[in-house]
């Protein structure tokens, strides 16, 4: 059984930071893909920010040079460091995985429940 489980988020004013991490838990072999998602009230989930294996990051226009996500992986921790937030931030972000149980195995994509994270004018 695979598990992730984001903490971090909360409440802050407009121009704050907040991190977001996401522990992974149970019997993986190997992360191939990481990403956060957010879904604002009414909206459907949208894409934030990604990063495969090797490092490489990418990320949505509307938080580039704001966000940055990051990865231990002695931990099994992703990470979205948040810097300053704007009201339209607002929303439940999502830690996805996208990961092999064993080795050559297929890959199987893994969500946590989400957190909440509200920036306020």
């Known amino acids: 059984q695979v598990q992730l489980v984001e903490s971090g988020g909360g409440s802050v004013q407009a121009g704050g930071s907040l991190r977001l991490s996401c522990a992974v838990s149970g019997s993986i072999f190997s992360i191939n893909n990481m990403a956060w998602y957010r879904q604002a009230p009414g909206n459907q989930r949208e894409w934030v920010a990604s990063?495969?294996?090797?490092?490489?990051?990418n990320y949505a226009d509307s938080v580039k040079g704001r966000f940055a996500i990051s990865r231990d992986a002695t931990e099994n921790l992703v990470y979205l460091q948040m810097n300053n937030l704007k009201p339209e931030d607002t929303a439940v972000y999502y830690c996805?995985?996208?990961?092999?149980?064993?080795?050559?195995?297929?890959?199987?994509?893994?969500w946590g429940q989400g957190t909440q994270v509200t920036v306020s004018s």
């Open positions: 996805y995985i996208q990961a092999r149980r064993v080795s050559g195995g297929k890959r199987n994509d893994y």
């Open positions: 990063r495969t294996s090797g490092g490489a990051s």
